[in-house]
């Protein structure tokens, strides 16, 4: 009898300490945001820097992009509209690789008149440069550290318009790490 009072009074103690282990661990770790939105580029577009910063070496890169592309196209991963945040299906992640813009141009004899056309476009792996993070950060006190939890990615490539002047980079779908999202957040 004393052998189980003393098993029972061991077993509580370690359920005791655990429960308040993980309460201290909760306490400790405080949110600075719950979710936060940057780009980072994994090929540089400056040659003058060294070659590792802002740059994924390019098999690494190829690799890692590889494999995104590939698990969305094949369904494996999730993958949602980077506009509105609906789910793709795998037909719709494969159509993104050939897409088009609709220019207007003007003709260069009189009268002149302006005109709509569609131009297409092709993406290669190699032109993806660049990935939109989607984060949560939290502040762990009692180590004084800075942690994150990627919740997304969206991969990038560059977007340029009909005289070959760059626009800006355009996300080509979000990829989500989390379950909650994106049901819970509104992401754009």
Known sequence: MKRNISILIIISALFFYSCKTNTQKKENKNIITKRIQY?????????????????????????????????????????????????????????????????????????????????????????????RFLEEWYFEENKYEVKKKVLGIAPMIKKYNEEGVFRGYMPLFWIYFDKDYPAKYKVN
Do not use: M
């Open 39 to 131: 780009d980072v580029n994994i090929k540089s577009p400056d040659v003058d820097f060294d070659w590792w910063v802002q740059n994924i070496e390019g098999q690494d890169r190829e690799n890692f992009v590889k494999k995104i592309i590939n698990a969305a196209y094949k369904g494996k991963i999730k993958a949602y509209d980077a506009c509105f945040n609906t789910p793709l299906s795998v037909d719709q992640v494969r159509a993104i690789e050939n897409y088009s813009d609709t220019v207007t141009l003007q003709r260069s004899y009189s009268p002149y008149e302006e005109y709509d056309t569609i131009i297409g476009h092709q993406i290669n792996l190699n032109q993806i440069t660049r990935i």
